[in-house]
């Protein structure tokens, strides 16, 4: 009795502990509404604080007041605010936002929250008008054949005037102004745009006029091409956008750049009565791939005649080099502007300034794949920014290069620039060049150099007292504008500049060293000596003469054991391959098979000690 009395005792106090474990970790899942309140201000771009969300009808004073965990209550009230329709918790449910038999007071959990959240602002993000447009001039619109009077409003082939004098031989006038021109103003839509309906004006022309009073004058054909400082330049339109090729030869190597902008979809709501800004909305998608490469090296077969120098003469060669044949290829281009007519919608259109800027001084190549969705709105008199980005990456760098992409959307009205957007935005990558030298009583020192990695180490690829190592950088940046100044709305005080990504934002981790094309974790270029007796050699570790090596197919190589641990001896080490189909190993010499990369395992009889060779087989 007294036994099962201890039972229940403990079982019960089990159970306690159990619930409070429960509570606990219930708690962690939930977030205060102050907390909740400031996250949805930010993940709708209206502001860094809750405070905002006051200001644009979302949250009360009561609201922001409150210092308690967030319910269903408080997350239905403002998520139904945000999208601006009547919303309850079984509405929600059935949009699939909550789990259904929810109450107002139960607490929400933080990923909960964060799940509505984002769905609520793709879809304030993204909304989908039909086109329409509705107006009436701010006088009634004349012509030239009319009788006319000061103050007039006409249309002529320079567009929209007002007419400042009128005399015998016939009158003077001004460019009108947006508001003297509409008295009102409703337009919007939402349709991806079809660039066989666009116009081009190069860049690149004689006559490189592209506006008069704010109407286009000269316009091109679709597709078309330049040469600008040996750059050949080539561009093209189809239905979803516009791709750009770039090239130039720099001795034996080829430099190319390319960008593609495709699906394009502006979405706008323009609402204007003379002075008065109504509730407008202007956002562009867009997605867009820009690469940057050089293949082919710049030193061609001069490695002939540096092959077996010594360490110094090799430095001395390649310095000699660098100033005449290894200068950065730079590109920096307009490459065209862009009217493309918004369907259905007479005098609207979207219009495109596309630059690019692209770099590479050796064997690299940089892809980067992105998505934007960015603008903004206005609500009873306030702003709210629109900024949602996403990007993807395909890198293989042996040397500096860049590839940035410029662009610059605008919104135009009877050639008057309402709202645009700017971005700048691409990918950055630097490779430091350090030369490990070694002479004749294998003494080792090691020194930085402005040559490529890969020139540098093309040059040093069958020298025995050089060997190259490099460092990369890697880094994404992009910075936004939303209304430059020059239209509507930046006139009206909507202007803003956001920068995005930075130098801060690295790639890569810690895994940026090179040696021999491939990135290992630290540097392994260290003291080499003379070792007769191998075998006697000991320290606490397998060390190996290279980590990596860049092999062709059928090509071998065979690993060098500098050291081993006290007790060993090379007739104790085991050679395998983590993948036999790209490269094999036997008696520590490795074959290489088919292109890709493998780790070659050198390891005792006894498994304590391992050391590892990266393996790259490459497709030459």
């Known amino acids: 009795m007294h036994r099962t009395s201890i039972k229940t005792v403990l079982i019960c106090f089990a159970g306690f502990l159990f619930m409070i474990a429960c509570t606990a970790c219930k708690a962690d899942l939930s977030y205060s509404s102050d907390e909740y309140l400031e996250d949805l201000a930010q993940a709708a771009g209206i502001g860094e604080t809750a405070e905002a969300l006051k200001d644009w009808g979302v949250a009360d004073e009561e609201d922001l007041d409150r210092e308690d965990v967030l319910d269903y209550g408080l997350l239905t009230k403002t998520i139904g605010k945000l999208i ?39 879809q304030i993000n993204g909304p989908n008008w039909k086109e329409a447009i509705a107006y009436e001039y701010a006088s009634k619109l004349k012509t030239e054949e009319d009788s006319l009077q000061v103050g007039d409003l006409i249309y002529s082939e320079e567009g929209y005037r007002i007419v400042t004098s009128v005399n015998e031989d016939g009158y003077e006038s001004r460019e009108a102004q947006f508001d003297e021109i509409f008295s009102y103003l409703e337009t919007e839509g939402s349709s991806a745009l079809d660039f066989r ?19 286009y004058r000269l316009l091109a054909a679709k597709d078309g091409s330049f040469t600008t400082d040996g750059f050949k330049v080539s561009y093209s339109l189809n239905r979803s956008g516009i791709d750009v ?11 190319y750049a390319d ?14 009565e003379k002075d008065d800004l109504k509730n407008c909305f202007f956002t562009v998608s867009l997605r867009s791939t820009e690469e940057v490469g050089c293949s082919g090296g710049k030193y061609g077969d001069y490695y002939l005649r540096s092959k077996d120098l010594d360490s110094s003469s090799f430095k001395a060669f390649l310095d000699s080099l660098i100033d005449p044949v290894s200068e ?35 064997n690299v190549r940089l892809v980067m794949y992105n998505s ?27 040397a500096s290069a860049r590839a940035v992409m410029a662009i610059n959307l605008g919104l135009d009205a009877v050639g008057y620039r309402l709202a645009d957007v700017e971005l700048e935005g691409g990918l950055k990558a630097g490779v430091t060049t350090t030369l490990h030298l070694y002479d004749e009583d294998d003494n080792h020192s090691s020194v930085r150099t402005e040559a490529s990695y890969s020139d540098a180490a093309d040059l040093a690829k069958e020298n025995e007292n050089v060997k190259v190592c490099g460092d990369l950088s890697l880094h994404k940046y992009l910075d936004l504008k939303i209304n430059t100044p020059g239209t509507l709305m930046n006139r009206m005080g909507f202007g803003r500049s956001f920068q995005i990504l930075n130098e801060d934002d690295q790639l890569f981790g810690n895994l940026h060293h090179i040696e021999n094309g491939h990135f290992v974790e630290a540097c392994t270029r260290k003291e080499r000596e003379s070792y007769k007796q191998m075998d006697a050699v ?15 197919r059928d090509q071998t190589y065979t690993i060098v054991v500098r050291s081993l641990p006290e007790g060993y001896q090379k007739k104790d080490l085991v050679y395998t391959s983590e993948n036999g189909s790209v490269a094999s190993v036997k008696g520590g010499t490795i074959t290489a098979l088919t292109p890709g990369s493998v780790r070659i395992r050198v390891s005792t009889a006894d498994g304590k000690f391992s050391a590892f060779v990266n393996i790259l087989v490459s497709t030459g």
């Open 372 to 398: 934007h969705n960015v603008g903004f709105e206005t609500y009873n008199g306030k702003v709210r920014f629109i900024r949602e980005h996403s990007d993807d990456l395909d890198v293989s760098a042996q």
């Open 84 to 122: 601006r329709e009547e919303t309850s918790m079984e509405e929600l449910a059935a949009k699939g936002w909550i789990r259904t038999g929810r109450k107002a007071t139960d607490r929400v959990d933080r990923k909960t929250a964060e799940d509505v959240i984002a769905k609520a602002v793709r």
């Open 328 to 362: 950065r290829t730079e590109a920096g281009i307009p490459i065209c502007k862009i009217r493309t007519p918004i369907p259905n919608l007479p005098f609207v259109f979207l219009n495109m300034d596309l630059y690019l800027r692209a770099s590479a001084d050796g």
């Open 538 to 552: 000991r320290s606490d570790r397998i060390v190996l003469d290279s980590y990596a090596e860049v092999l062709k």
């Open 197 to 215: 309906e666009a116009e081009v004006i190069p860049y690149h022309t004689e006559d490189d006029s592209s506006y008069v009073n704010g109407l």
């Open 245 to 255: 090729h770039v090239t130039k030869e720099n001795g034996s190597a080829t430099f």
């Open 259 to 272: 960008l593609s902008i495709y699906d394009v979809r502006p979405v706008f709501r323009w609402r204007s």
